[in-house]
C-alpha cells in the first residue's frame, strides 16, 4: 500500500536498464537544446545545431561502445595472460 502512496524515484528506481539506449535520444536532445540555447548568440539556426548536436552526441556513444566491446572481446584477452 505505501508503494501507491509515495513513488521515491531515488530510493526505488524504475527498472529500465534494458531499456537504456531509448532513452539515449532524450537525454541528448535535453543536453544539446540546453548546452545550443546557452552557447549561441543568436537563435538562428537553433534547431538545425540542436539536431545535428543530437545526432553527434549519440553516434558518439555508439563508437565508444563499440570501441570498448572490441578493446574487452578482443585487445585485453591478447594482453592478458592466460591461466594453465
Not at 27 to 53: P, T
Request: no cysteine; aromatic share 12%.
Amino acid at each position: 500500500m505505501t508503494i501507491l502512496l509515495a513513488y521515491t524515484p531515488f530510493l526505488d528506481p524504475l527498472d529500465l536498464h534494458r531499456w537504456w539506449f531509448v532513452l539515449l535520444i532524450p537525454m541528448a536532445a535535453g543536453v544539446a537544446m540546453v548546452y545550443k540555447a546557452v552557447r549561441m548568440a543568436s537563435l538562428e539556426g537553433y534547431w538545425r545545431h540542436v539536431a545535428s548536436m543530437t545526432a553527434s552526441i549519440v553516434i558518439g556513444i555508439i563508437l565508444l561502445g563499440a570501441m570498448m566491446y572490441a578493446l574487452i572481446e578482443w585487445i585485453v584477452p591478447l594482453i592478458a595472460p592466460m591461466p594453465d
